[in-house]
């Protein structure tokens, strides 16, 4: 039977399932009650089986960990199963306080001792990772968090307007295209989610990522304006952030399609190792180095309440964590 630990304070409740990849399978925000990560209604949850199919197996929502590949790639002779080794392999759990738990797991593509600790301050969520090269070779890698957010119509997507994007895969978009955020061509402006009750819609996927260094958070909102999800990261650590859009066209495992977006700030714009080291965007981890960093997820309430179509003068729209 799968264990679930979890964590919590009086704002925030964290779920994680340390035998299915260290999965993080629930982030609830407490004053609303709105759960922040998407489940998969038509896969669920059973131990992964290393080398199978994420998407056919192993895509059931939540927040899963990437290394050192998102698509299947064959690097030094050693074939990385989809989505990486992380996701793939059990993890153990070191430590658990009421609001902190520390786990880790040890790659089969090389002797990489990988370690997440998550800690709840508040309404934020602080993830340290540490990555220790055990082996005697440096170690070729790209890394991504991959929390899936759980969409609805009317969603807010908060990145700097006229920001460089390009696509790298779609439905209802070529690949390649290149585009100042939000306006791709032929799609609506993705920084809010279409109604697909809505006349004239359509269906559309697209995983897009920024320009290099471009930024170091990206935030969505909820539909009635009472909170929203901020998450950070410094550009150093992830100089790129890969967005996959998911409104109603896709599913790898061959159910009808679904709503979900993925937020994975990345060591690489791509996701395969092979492209990454070939561009020069591949990072390598020297025997014996150890590498650190951090990623943030902060909720935050407005203090004005839902949004208003025209809210009183006195009432300027504030969020805070």
Same mark, same amino acid.
């Given at each position: /039977? /799968?264990?679930?630990?979890?964590?919590?304070?009086?704002?925030?409740?964290?779920?994680?399932?340390?035998?299915?990849?260290?999965?993080?399978?629930?982030?609830?925000?407490?004053?609303?009650?709105?759960?922040?990560?998407?489940?998969?209604?038509?896969?669920?949850?059973?131990? =992964?089986?290393?080398?199978?199919?994420?998407?056919?197996?192993?895509?059931?929502?939540?927040?899963?960990?990437?290394?050192?590949?998102?698509?299947?790639?064959?690097?030094?002779?050693?074939?990385?199963?989809?989505?990486?080794?992380?996701?793939?392999?059990?993890?153990? @759990?070191?430590?658990?306080?009421?609001?902190?738990?520390? +786990?880790?797991?040890?790659?089969?593509?090389?002797?990489?001792?990988?370690?997440?600790?998550?800690? *709840?301050?508040?309404?934020?969520?602080?993830?340290?990772?540490? /990555?220790?090269?055990?082996?005697?070779?440096? @170690?070729?890698?790209?890394?991504?968090?991959?929390?899936?957010? #759980?969409?609805?119509?009317?969603?807010?997507?908060?990145? =700097?307007?006229?920001?460089? /994007?390009?696509?790298?895969?779609?439905?209802?978009?070529?690949?390649?295209?290149?585009?100042?955020?939000?306006?791709?061509?032929?799609?609506?402006?993705?920084?809010?989610?279409?109604?697909?009750?809505?006349?004239?819609?359509?269906?559309?996927?697209?995983?897009?990522?920024? #320009?290099?260094?471009?930024?170091?958070? @990206?935030?969505?909102?909820?539909?009635?304006?009472?909170?929203? *999800?901020?998450?950070?990261?410094?550009?150093?650590?992830?100089?790129?952030?890969?967005?996959?859009?998911?409104?109603?066209?896709?599913?790898?495992?061959?159910?009808?399609?679904?709503?979900?977006?993925?937020?994975?700030?990345?060591?690489?714009?791509?996701?395969?190792?092979?492209?990454?080291?070939?561009?020069?965007?591949?990072?390598?981890? #020297?025997?014996?180095?150890?590498?650190?960093?951090?990623?943030?997820?902060? @909720?935050?309430?407005?203090?004005?309440?839902?949004? +208003?179509?025209?809210?009183?003068?006195?009432?300027?729209?504030?969020?805070?964590?």
């Amino acid at each position: /039977m /799968m264990k679930t630990h979890t964590i919590s304070n009086d704002l925030l409740s964290l779920s994680v399932l340390p035998e299915i990849g260290g999965k993080i399978a629930s982030l609830r925000s407490l004053s609303t009650g709105r759960e922040w990560l998407w489940k998969n209604p038509h896969l669920p949850v059973t131990p =992964p089986v290393y080398g199978a199919s994420y998407i056919e197996t192993m895509d059931s929502g939540g927040w899963d960990e990437i290394f050192p590949s998102v698509l299947p790639d064959t690097v030094d002779g050693f074939d990385i199963p989809d989505h990486g080794d992380l996701a793939a392999l059990p993890w153990e @759990v070191l430590e658990q306080t009421p609001t902190r738990l520390k +786990m880790a797991v040890t790659t089969r593509f090389a002797p990489i001792r990988f370690e997440r600790t998550l800690t *709840l301050e508040g309404a934020r969520l602080r993830t340290d990772y540490t /990555m220790r090269n055990l082996g005697g070779k440096a @170690v070729p890698y790209l890394w991504c968090a991959h929390p899936l957010i #759980a969409l609805e119509p009317g969603m807010t997507i908060e990145l =700097p307007e006229g920001g460089a /994007m390009r696509s790298t895969v779609g439905v209802g978009i070529e690949a390649g295209t290149c585009f100042a955020w939000p306006h791709a061509p032929g799609l609506p402006a993705l920084s809010r989610v279409p109604d697909p009750a809505a006349p004239g819609f359509s269906p559309f996927a697209i995983k897009l990522f920024t #320009a290099l260094g471009a930024v170091g958070e @990206v935030a969505v909102g909820a539909p009635d304006g009472k909170e929203k *999800l901020r998450l950070s990261w410094d550009k150093a650590d992830a100089p790129s952030l890969g967005l996959w859009l998911n409104v109603r066209a896709w599913s790898g495992s061959g159910s009808p399609p679904y709503f979900n977006l993925g937020v994975e700030p990345s060591t690489a714009p791509c996701d395969d190792l092979t492209t990454a080291i070939k561009s020069g965007h591949g990072r390598h981890l #020297a025997p014996g180095e150890t590498h650190s960093w951090e990623f943030t997820l902060a @909720v935050e309430r407005s203090v004005c309440g839902p949004r +208003m179509h025209a809210p009183p003068a006195h009432c300027v729209p504030v969020f805070r964590s």
